[in-house]
C-alpha cells in the first residue's frame, strides 16, 4: 500500500527562542585580577569577554592589522590564567576588518585601499594563532570570535562585500590550520548580528556565533545608563529579572537565491544584551561599602550564555549513562565553584555523582588533590553493564574509579614526561571479554595514544597508535570491542575517517589503520560514536557537513561501505551537541541525537539481508513547559522530579543506556532560565511507555 504524500511544505521559519542559562560581561580592558576575584564572589556573572590582542607579525607593519589588534594595553592575555583560576570562563574576541560600505562600523575597522583580501585574512589568523601560542598555549584549541562591528544590514551575498565575506573565509580556514611555527589550530566563530551569518554557515556549518541583540538602548544610541541589575542590592550585583528578560534567537540559515537546501537553526553559544556606559557597581551603592575593592568601573557589555566557558563551549552538566541495572542510572558532572582561603582554598573542579531513579550514590569521589578539570569527558565502561567510569584531572591527566560492591576504588594513571594532553578533551575507552580496559587519549601533537590494563593488573603507560598519523585538533575518537579486536574510529588531519585497531596477541598498540573515506564528509569537530553488534560488524556514525547523521559500516569479508547519510535532507542535527548509540540485539541498534529545532529524535538501524539501514527518525515527546495544574512535587528525599519547562542545550551532552528489565533510557544535558540566570541538569526519559521526562536531583 502506496505511503500518503506528504503535505507541500510551507516557508521556513526559525525555531522559538529560548532563555540563556548563564551572564557574563566584556570590557576593552581587562580589570585587575582582585578586581575579577571579587566580581565573581558577589554577583552571578560566570564568564568574561577577552580581547586577543598582541604584536605584529613579524614582518608585516603595523598598518596590516587593527588598532585594537595590536593593542598593547588591553592586557587580557596577561590576566587570563588569574581570571580563570578565579572560575570565570572566558570568550575570545579579536577585531578583525568590518565593512567600509555600512558606516555603523567605526573606522578604525576598515580596511586599507587595496583590502580586505583572502590574504589579509589568512594574516589575521596567523596573527590569532601567534598571540595564543606564544601567550597562552594552555588555551590552544579554544574558540575565538572574530569582531564584526556592521549593523544588521550587512548583507554578505551581496556583489559589494564579496571580498569581505572571502576574507572572513579564508580566515576561518587558516585559523583552523596548525602554524606558523608552533601556533596552535583554533577554531573559529563571529561576534556579529546574528543574520550577518547566514552566508558564512552555509559554509561552515560548524561556526560558532555570539549574537549582538541590544535589548535597552537610550535614544540615538545603543549606549544606556540603565542596569541590568538592581543597583540598590546590598551584598550582590545580580542580572537578571525583571531588570532584564533576554532570550537567544537561532539564526535560520537559508539557502542563497537559487538554492534548494533546506533551511535549518544555528544556536548562538552566546549573545550581547547590553552597552552599559554608567558604573558597575554603581557610585555609592551598598555593595561598595560591603566590598571595598570592588571599585565602580565603567563601561561595561553585558552578555548571556549557553555554556560556561565559552572558549570551550561545552555545556553543563556532563553526563553518561550506567546501564545494566534495574534502574536507569548515569553519571553527572556538575562545576564545583572555587573556595577561597589560601591553604584551605580549592580551585574550580568537576563533581561526580551517581544518581537513579530509586537512589543516588555511591559517589565518585573528587578532592582538591584530585579534582576533576571542569567540563572533562566522562566515560562508563563497558557500555552494557558499567563497572568503570573514566574521566580527566588537570592537565588532562585520566582517572579511573572502579566500583567494587558499594565503594568506588581511584586509579590516577600514568603519564609520560614531555607529553601533554590536548586541550581540547579526548577520552575514549572499551572493555574485553577477558576483562581487560582500554583507554584512548589525544596529546597536544594530535597524537592518539592508548592504554591498557588486565582485569586486575596495573595501568601500562601511554603510547602511541596509528604510527605517525595526526588526528584533526578539533576531533576525538570513538571505541568499540569486536571480539578479540579493539576498533578505534577518528578523523585525521584531512578530516577523512580512519580506522584504526588491535587484536589480541598483536604488537600493543599497533600501527596499523586504513583511511574509510577520502571524501571527507563529515564535520571535523562533531561527535563520533563507534558500535561492533556482532563480532563480524562495526558501526561508525557522524555528523555530515550537511548536518544529517551519517553512517560507515564494516563488515568482515567484505571492508568498508563509506559514510553515507541517513534519513530525509530535512533531517538535520545540531553540529555541536553529542549524540549516542547503543547495541540492543546484533541486528538491532539505536541511536538519539539532537535536531537543530531542539527536538530529541530517536533513529533505528536494523541489519536486513547483509546491510544496515535506518527509519526516518522518530522524534521524542517534548518536556512540557509547565506543570498541570493538580501537580504535586515529590518527596524533598526523592532522587528525581518531573521535568517541566528545560530545555535540552545545543552545546550539552547525550546518552544512553539499557536496564535489566530491557528498556532503553535517554539523557540529556539541559538547563532552566529565570531569575538570575539558571541551573544546569541531566533531564531523562524511556524511549518506550508514556511516562514523562524527568530530571536527577
Known amino acids: 500500500m502506496p505511503l500518503p504524500a506528504r503535505a507541500p511544505a510551507g516557508p521556513p521559519v526559525p525555531a522559538p527562542r529560548i532563555a540563556p542559562y548563564l551572564f557574563g560581561f566584556d570590557r576593552a580592558e581587562a580589570p585587575a585580577p582582585g578586581w575579577l576575584t571579587e ?398 580496559v582500554h583507554l584512548f587519549t589525544v596529546s597536544s601533537e594530535q597524537r592518539l595514544h592508548a592504554q591498557r590494563r588486565t582485569a586486575d593488573g596495573p595501568w601500562s603507560e601511554p603510547a602511541p597508535m596509528a604510527g605517525d598519523l595526526r588526528l584533526h585538533p578539533f576531533g576525538s575518537p570513538a571505541v568499540a570491542a569486536r571480539g578479540r579486536t579493539v576498533e578505534v574510529v577518528f578523523l585525521d588531519r584531512e578530516s577523512r575517517l580512519v580506522n584504526a585497531w588491535w587484536s589480541r596477541g598483536g604488537e600493543w598498540p599497533g600501527k596499523a589503520h586504513t583511511v574509510v573515506d577520502k571524501a571527507a564528509p563529515l564535520l571535523p569537530g562533531g561527535a563520533l560514536v563507534a558500535l561492533a553488534p556482532t563480532r563480524d560488524d562495526l558501526l561508525a556514525l557522524g555528523i555530515g557537513r550537511d548536518l544529517r547523521l551519517h553512517l560507515a559500516d564494516y563488515r568482515a569479508g567484505r571492508g568498508w561501505e563509506p559514510p553515507r547519510p541517513l534519513g530525509r535532507p530535512e533531517d538535520r542535527l545540531t553540529p555541536h551537541a553529542r549524540f549516542a548509540a547503543q547495541v540492543v540485539t546484533p541486528e538491532l541498534v539505536e541511536v538519539c541525537a539532537l535536531t537543530h529545532r531542539l527536538q530529541p529524535v530517536v533513529y533505528r538501524l536494523r541489519l536486513s539481508e547483509g546491510a544496515w539501514r535506518s527509519a526516518e527518525p522518530r522524534p521524542l515527546p517534548a518536556i512540557p513547559p509547565r506543570p498541570p495544574q493538580d501537580h504535586r512535587p515529590p518527596a524533598r528525599e526523592s532522587p528525581v522530579e518531573p521535568a517541566y519547562g528545560w530545555v535540552f542545550n545545543p552545546f550539552g551532552d547525550t546518552t544512553l543506556g539499557r536496564t535489566t528489565t530491557g528498556r532503553s533510557f535517554v539523557a540529556f544535558s539541559a538547563y532552566t532560565g529565570g531569575k538570575a540566570g539558571g541551573r544546569a541538569a541531566a533531564v531523562a526519559r524511556f524511549l518506550d511507555g508514556d511516562e514523562e521526562w524527568w530530571l536527577y536531583r
Request: with cysteine; aromatic share 8%; glycine share 8%.
Open 39 to 436: 566580581l565573581y564572589d558577589a554577583s552571578d556573572l560566570r564568564f568574561a569577554g577577552a580581547y586577543v590582542d598582541g604584536p605584529p607579525v613579524a614582518g608585516h607593519p603595523p598598518g596590516s592589522f587593527t588598532i585594537s589588534a595590536r593593542s598593547p594595553d588591553r592586557h587580557w592575555m596577561d590576566r587570563l590564567d588569574a581570571a580563570s583560576a578565579a572560575g570565570w570562563g572566558t570568550v575570545f574576541f579579536y577585531i578583525g576588518y568590518s565593512s567600509p560600505h555600512d558606516t555603523s562600523a567605526h573606522p578604525s575597522t576598515h580596511p586599507p585601499a587595496g583590502q580586505p583580501t583572502q590574504e589579509r585574512g589568512r594574516l589575521h589568523a596567523q596573527h590569532i594563532k601567534t598571540i595564543i601560542g606564544t601567550r597562552n598555549p594552555g588555551w590552544a584549541g579554544g574558540v575565538v570570535m572574530i569582531d564584526n562591528e556592521n549593523s544588521a544590514r550587512l548583507d554578505l551575498d551581496s556583489r559589494a562585500e564579496q571580498p569581505m565575506r572571502d576574507y572572513y573565509l579564508a580566515l576561518c580556514e587558516e585559523l583552523t590550520l596548525p602554524g606558523p611555527g608552533a601556533a596552535p589550530p583554533m577554531r573559529p566563530g563571529f561576534y556579529l548580528h546574528s543574520p550577518v551569518a547566514v552566508p558564512l554557515l552555509r559554509i561552515r556549518p560548524d561556526l560558532f556565533v555570539w549574537d549582538v541583540e541590544i535589548d535597552v538602548f537610550d535614544a540615538g544610541t545603543t549606549d544606556t545608563v540603565v542596569p541590568p541589575f538592581d543597583p540598590a542590592h546590598p551584598t550582590r550585583i545580580e542580572v537578571g529579572e525583571p531588570r532584564t528578560s533576554v532570550t537567544l534567537r537561532p539564526t535560520l540559515v537559508t539557502p542563497p537565491p537559487g538554492g534548494a537546501a533546506p533551511a535549518w537553526n544555528a544556536w548562538p553559544v552566546g549573545r550581547q544584551f547590553r552597552f552599559y556606559v554608567a558604573h558597575m557597581p554603581q557610585r555609592r551603592a551598598p555593595i561598595t561599602r560591603v566590598r571595598r575593592s570592588l571599585t565602580p568601573t565603567t563601561p561595561i557589555d553585558f552578555d548571556c550564555s549557553l555554556v560556561r566557558n565559552p572558549a570551550f563551549p561545552v555545556a553543563e552538566p556532563r553526563v553518561t549513562a550506567f546501564g545494566g541495572r534495574p534502574d536507569p542510572q548515569v553519571v553527572r558532572g556538575t562545576f564545583a565553584e572555587p573556595a577561597r582561603g589560601g591553604d584551605t582554598g580549592t580551585p574550580p573542579m568537576m563533581l561526580l555523582h551517581l544518581l537513579g531513579l530509586r537512589r543516588a550514590g555511591p559517589h565518585p569521589q573528587s578532592t582538591p588533590a584530585l579534582a576533576v578539570e571542569p567540563d572533562a569527558p566522562i566515560v562508563a565502561v563497558p557500555p552494557e553493564r558499567p563497572a568503570v567510569v573514566f574521566s580527566q584531572l588537570r592537565g588532562g591527566v585520566p582517572v579511573e574509579w572502579r566500583l567494587q560492591r558499594d565503594a568506588w576504588v581511584r586509579t590516577v594513571l600514568p603519564t609520560l614526561t614531555g607529553i601533554s594532553a590536548r586541550r581540547i578533551r579526548a577520552l575514549a575507552a572499551a572493555g574485553q571479554s577477558d576483562r581487560s
